[in-house]
């Protein structure tokens, strides 16, 4: 019983050496390279993880420690996209570890990554996207909401806390320019064309955005920055009520809710500005990503529909 009491205590501190070190690498990466909050849970929540499984510590483990502990999360079934997230993860811990002194090597140099390929994805026609703009009906603001996830290709955390300071500047009910700022992952800012259909979405919101900011002064102050106001605590529409939304947008327009959420109307964005003949470097540009190889698994979507092109108009396809 002693014996017990006496690992169970070891391992308790263990576990506590270990989210001190955690906090500190977030803590970093917060401060230093401006990682969100979803980026900074994911990373706390593998790290922990980790430290969990591995009996010595997750800051003292070795690279054979690692490897055993990634040859478990094969086994509990995981796909190699999470475990790439995982180790991606570890590395840049130990490497933390090691600048800041706490190691003296790095365990995670010779650890192996899984094969991971992207998955692509189920997007929406130009004909699912006419049904779903047409079952927005008379709803201003879910209109505009739709017009700058599919005509801008916004992220959802980008749509629901933009700023009215983010618009461009209205003059005689004319904008001045046809872009919008928008703040993403990184803290990084882009610029966002809108086309008149956005521009007029917006426009239409506006005129009656008033009628929906929240009662009482503190929750109106909250809300005044916000393109899309809420009485909730961060003052704008949540992630959450976006989704809830789109899900019923998408029986109106008679489509599964799986295939309409944030994210599929900006994979819709980017590969129907690909099928229209748009440069895949444009498209990563618009697409904020820092990566091109992010932007490519949209080609994959086109590369399918010229080998179908071929093998319904070719002679040879067709013998």
């Known amino acids: 019983m002693m014996r017990a009491s006496s690992l169970s205590a070891r391992r308790a501190r263990r576990i506590a050496g270990d989210g001190a070190r955690i906090e500190a690498f977030l803590e970093m990466i917060s ?25 010595g510590g997750l800051v003292s483990a070795s ?18 996209s999470t475990i790439a997230r995982k180790r991606s993860a570890l590395r840049r811990f130990f490497r933390f570890q090691f600048q800041e002194g706490c190691r003296a090597d790095d365990p995670t140099s010779q650890l192996d990554a899984p094969k991971s390929r992207r998955a ?14 047409v079952a927005c009906g008379e709803d201003r603001r879910l209109v505009c909401l ?11 955390s980008e749509l629901v806390s933009l700023p009215v300071s983010a618009l461009p500047r ?39 955005r008033e009628e929906h900011l929240p009662k009482g002064e503190a929750p109106a102050r909250r809300a005044a920055p916000y393109l899309f106001p809420s009485r909730g605590a ?6 959450r009520r976006l989704g809830q939304m789109l899900d019923d947008l998408a029986l109106n327009a008679g489509l599964s809710p799986e295939r309409l959420y944030p994210h599929a109307l900006r994979h819709a964005y980017a590969t129907h500005l690909l099928q229209g003949g748009a440069d895949l470097r444009s498209v990563q540009t618009l697409l904020g990503h820092a ?7 949209y080609t994959h979507v086109i590369a399918d529909e010229l080998a179908e092109l071929l093998e319904t108009t070719h002679p040879l396809a067709r013998d």
């Open 31 to 55: 401060a230093e390279r401006g990682a969100a909050a979803n980026t900074l849970e994911a990373y706390g929540r593998d790290l922990t993880d980790a430290s969990e499984f591995l009996a």
């Open 63 to 80: 690279g054979n420690d690692l490897r055993g502990y990634i040859q478990d999360l094969a086994r509990r079934g995981m796909a190699a």
């Open 120 to 133: 692509v994805p189920d997007v929406l026609t130009r004909e699912d996207m006419a049904r779903v703009i």
């Open 146 to 156: 739709v017009e700058l996830l599919y005509g801008a290709g916004l992220r959802a």
């Open 170 to 208: 209205r003059r005689g009910g004319r904008w001045e320019t046809r872009a919008i700022t928008v703040r993403g992952k990184g803290g990084k800012d882009r610029l966002c064309p809108l086309g008149p259909p956005a521009l007029e979405a917006i426009s239409a919101w506006l005129d009656v």
């Open 234 to 239: 961060a003052g704008h529409l949540t992630r």
């Open 291 to 297: 990566d091109i190889a992010t932007t490519q698994i």
